[in-house]
């Protein structure tokens, strides 16, 4: 599975952004899809995820109420919308995707349970 991650850019604070991930070579419907981010010198962390047992969205506490994911399986497309953008959320973003079509609640956040990568795309909120 190829990820192509794309609409990053530079934004103001209180901005907004969408991001794109398309998947080829796989469908985002059958396999779990996540976003992360990471900034210089720290780890990648977990932003948000859709766990298909229940149904629900899962987010970072820090995007909960700005940030929303949502997938297009049509056009095997998962997306980012991200509103009231933070400088806090400069960061490179990272689609992911695991090989299973969910990945159980305790690990769901973790870098190691995803199997492929986008090569991501920069936010930078300006202050």
């Known amino acids: 599975v190829q990820l192509q991650a794309s609409g990053g850019g530079l934004v103001q604070a209180g901005g907004s952004l969408r991001l794109s991930c398309a998947a080829s070579?796989?469908?985002?419907?059958?396999?779990?899809m996540a976003w992360f981010r990471q900034t210089p010198g720290k780890e990648r962390e977990f932003v948000s995820t859709?766990?298909?047992?229940?149904?629900?969205?899962y987010y970072a506490d820090s995007v909960k109420g700005r940030f929303t994911m949502s997938r297009d399986s049509a056009k095997n497309i998962v997306s980012l919308q991200m509103n009231s953008l933070e400088p806090e959320d400069t960061a490179v973003y990272y689609c992911?995707?695991?090989?299973?079509?969910?990945?159980?609640?305790?690990?769901?956040?973790?870098?190691?349970?995803?199997?492929?990568w986008g090569q991501g795309t920069l936010v930078t909120v300006s202050s």
């Open positions: 070579g796989g469908t985002v419907s059958n396999r779990a």
């Open positions: 859709f766990r298909r047992n229940n149904g629900r969205m």
């Open positions: 992911a995707a695991a090989k299973v079509p969910d990945i159980i609640l305790s690990r769901m956040r973790n870098v190691d349970a995803y199997d492929y």
